[in-house]
């Protein structure tokens, strides 16, 4: 969508600078620490959280789990300046707040490529703060896995509802 209303959303350009998983020099070693206690666990909320929209009649609750979770691994990525975990999170954030609004207008629950595309997206943050934590090397594909989630998000709009929207901010 080339409206203004797309173009306010976010748009990451998938490149090496926000894929980029190198911490700036003057990092707070009290909150790198931590974010690594805990972005395991938003991690893990995250993909219990998107399990459970995949299995319940009733995907509100889950859907607003999830955007927690990725909600707070987002802030404590940019924090800490961590690009490609920023960047994925807020995409996550976006496209599970885009689905969550949807739900509750039209009852439609999350489509499968939806749903996997998120999923890939969790399990690669969760990959790039294992090797973070060394444990994990960098995850190849998380390329086309942000790519993927970009595209999705861009393709899962109610067609209406942001036209209507595009209307009212010009």
């Known amino acids: ?5 797309a173009d306010e959303v976010s748009v990451t350009l998938v490149n090496d600078e926000t894929l980029s ?22 991690a893990q909320k995250l993909f219990v959280a998107l399990h459970a929209i995949k299995t319940s009649s009733d995907p509100e609750s889950p859907l607003h789990e999830a955007q ?10 940019n924090l800490l300046d961590i690009r490609a975990i920023a960047n994925f999170s807020h995409e996550m954030e976006a496209l599970l707040e ?31 703060v294992d090797y973070l934590l060394g ?24 067609t209406a509802i942001q036209a209507v929207q595009s209307e009212i901010t010009q």
């Open 98 to 128: 885009k689905l969550a609004d949807r739900f509750t207008e039209q009852q439609l629950p999350p489509s499968a490529d939806e749903l996997d595309a998120l999923l890939e997206a969790a399990d690669c943050v969760s990959m790039m």
């Open 135 to 158: 444990q994990e090397a960098i995850p190849e594909q998380r390329k086309e896995i942000l790519q993927n989630l970009l595209n999705i998000q861009q393709g899962s709009a109610p």
């Open 68 to 77: 927690r979770a990725s909600h707070t691994l987002k802030g404590a990525a």
């Open 21 to 42: 998983l190198s911490l700036g020099d003057d990092i707070n070693q009290e909150v790198m620490e931590a974010f690594l206690i805990d972005a395991p666990q938003q």
């Open 1 to 5: 969508g080339g409206d203004g209303y």
